[in-house]
C-alpha cells in the first residue's frame, strides 16, 4: 500500500524539518522527488540521503514567494503528480508588536509562496489528467495561539486556498488537503528554544511539549506518513479536508 511508484512529486521547503521526510519518505516509496528549498546546501544533502537508500531525486535552489523563479523550477520539472506546498517561516507576535514588515515576510513566504506553487503547477496537472496537491496548514489556522498573529493570519489563508482549488479543480482530477501539525520537533524547535529561552532550554522543551494532550511533540516521520497517505492512491476519495495531526490539542485540550 501507499506506493508511489512512477510518480513524480515535488516538496517545497524539501530540504529541512518536515519536507526533509516527505521527500525521503516518498522516494522509499518510489517516487522520483523534486527537492525544492532555498538552500542548494541542504536540498543537496537530502538528495544524497535518497541517493543513498537507492531512491531518486533533483535539486532546486528556489526562494518560493519569487513567482518568476517557482515558474521556471515547474516547467522545467515538467510532469508533476504530487505537490507538497511544505516552505514556510514562523513568526512570534501579537497584532499590536507586529511590524508591517514582519507581516509582509510572513504574508510573502507563507501565503505568496504557496500561491506561486499553486499557481504553476496547477495548468501542469490539469494538461496530464490531475494530480495531488497537499498543503500544510496548521493548529493556528483552527484555534487562537498566543502571540501568532502572522502566522496564523497565513495558516488560515492556506487553508482557504486549498479548499477553493479542491472546488475548482475536482472535475480536473486534482484533488487538494490539508493537514495541520501542532508543534513538531524540527531544528526550528531546537533553534527558537535556544534563542529566546537560553539556560532553560530543557525547561521549555518540556513545558511546550506536554501542550499536546498526548504529552509529547510529533515527529517529522509521523507528519511525513500522514503527507504520503494523502498523496496516495489509497486516499483518491478524499479532497476538500484538512486533517489535524496534534495529539489531540484541537480537540482535547479544553
Request: hydrophobic share 40%; aromatic share 8%.
Amino acid at each position: 500500500m501507499f506506493k508511489l511508484d512512477g510518480k513524480i512529486a515535488a516538496v517545497t521547503g524539501g530540504g529541512s524539518g518536515i519536507g526533509r521526510a516527505v521527500a525521503k519518505v516518498f522516494a522509499k516509496q518510489g517516487a522520483t522527488v523534486h527537492i525544492i528549498d532555498l538552500s542548494a546546501e541542504n536540498a543537496q544533502q537530502v538528495l544524497g540521503e535518497i541517493e543513498a537508500a537507492a531512491g531518486k531525486g533533483f535539486t532546486h535552489a528556489c526562494d518560493v514567494s519569487n513567482q518568476q523563479q517557482v515558474n521556471e523550477i515547474f516547467q522545467k520539472i515538467g510532469k508533476i503528480d504530487i505537490l507538497v506546498n511544505n516552505a514556510g517561516i514562523s513568526h512570534i507576535g501579537n497584532v499590536e508588536n507586529t511590524t508591517e514588515e514582519d507581516f509582509e515576510k510572513v504574508f510573502r513566504v507563507n501565503v505568496k509562496g504557496v500561491y506561486n506553487s499553486l499557481h504553476a503547477v496547477v495548468p501542469i496537472m490539469k494538461a496530464n489528467g490531475g494530480g495531488v496537491i497537499v498543503n500544510l496548514s496548521s493548529i493556528a489556522a483552527l484555534v487562537g495561539l498566543s502571540d501568532r498573529f502572522a502566522y496564523s493570519m497565513s495558516k488560515g489563508a492556506v487553508h482557504a486556498m486549498s479548499l477553493s482549488v479542491a472546488r475548482d479543480y475536482l472535475h480536473a482530477n486534482i484533488r487538494s488537503n490539508t493537514i495541520s501539525p501542532a508543534r513538531v520537533h524540527t531544528p526550528f524547535v531546537d533553534g527558537f528554544i535556544a534563542k529566546n529561552y537560553a539556560g532553560k532550554e530543557q525547561e521549555m522543551f518540556e513545558k511546550l511539549s506536554k501542550s499536546q494532550p498526548i504529552g509529547r511533540m510529533g515527529n517529522v516521520e509521523e507528519i511525513a506518513n500522514l503527507i504520503l497517505f494523502l498523496s496516495s492512491d489509497e486516499a483518491s476519495f478524499i479532497t476538500g479536508n484538512d486533517y489535524s495531526i496534534d495529539g489531540g490539542f484541537v480537540k482535547l485540550n479544553t
